[in-house]
């Protein structure tokens, strides 16, 4: 079995004799796409149509399917083991700063973020690149680690699409800003 790149000439007539080895070729991607063996694909793009162009990156997979909302539970159920856009992330980050009301911010790593500032007592704005489609159902998950703080309040997008906000509280759970250097302050968007 040969697996690679199937390539056609640019013009071929109406009774152009195809020649055996081309048809080998494409059995043989078609069977090892199948099997699992290959060929690999430079991206996947998924829009419940089918036979459109691809306009997808490479090495990315495009989902077009979204979940069922609900507002009350039961809530809708999907397909398990399925992936729809709810469940990809949106926006992702990692990053530090000092503490007190002027800190420095400094970004480690991520995508879709465009700026990370403070935008009053104890509350970081996480501001994105690209806006978000429906910012009230996104979901937005964080973490810190940081002596003195005792709760970390994330406030979402709400009908917010350009950005989230990730708050620190006191044990009154008052918001406050950092008392020492925060080593790590994680968050992962979902539900766009």
């Not at 060929?39 to 829009?47: G, N, R, S, W, Y």
């Not at 306009?55 to 398990?80: D, E, H, K």
């Not at 002027?102 to 991520?110: A, D, H, Y």
Request: charge should be neutral; charged fraction near 5%.
């Amino acid at each position: 079995m040969s697996i690679g790149l199937i390539t056609s000439p640019s013009s071929w007539s109406f009774g152009t004799v195809v020649p055996s080895t081309w048809l080998q070729n494409v059995q043989d991607n078609i069977n090892g796409l199948i099997g699992g063996t290959g060929p690999t694909l430079k991206a996947l793009q998924v829009d419940g149509v089918g036979g459109n162009a691809s306009t997808q990156p490479t090495g990315t997979i495009g989902v077009s399917a979204t979940g069922a909302f609900g507002t009350s539970t039961p809530t809708p159920t999907i397909a398990v083991g399925n992936i729809y856009k709810e469940l990809i992330p949106f926006s992702y980050g990692y990053y530090t700063c000092t503490a007190g009301a002027s800190p420095t911010i400094s970004l480690l790593g991520g995508f879709n973020v465009s700026s990370i500032t403070r935008s009053g007592t104890g509350v970081h704005s996480v501001n994105f690149v690209t806006s978000a489609t429906n910012g009230a159902n996104a979901i937005v998950v964080a973490g810190a680690s940081q002596p003195g703080v005792t709760q970390l309040t994330v406030y979402g997008l709400g009908g917010n699409n350009t950005a989230c906000a990730i708050g620190f509280n006191n044990s009154s759970g008052a918001n406050t800003d950092p008392t020492a250097a925060l080593t790590r302050i994680t968050f992962v968007v979902y539900g766009i």
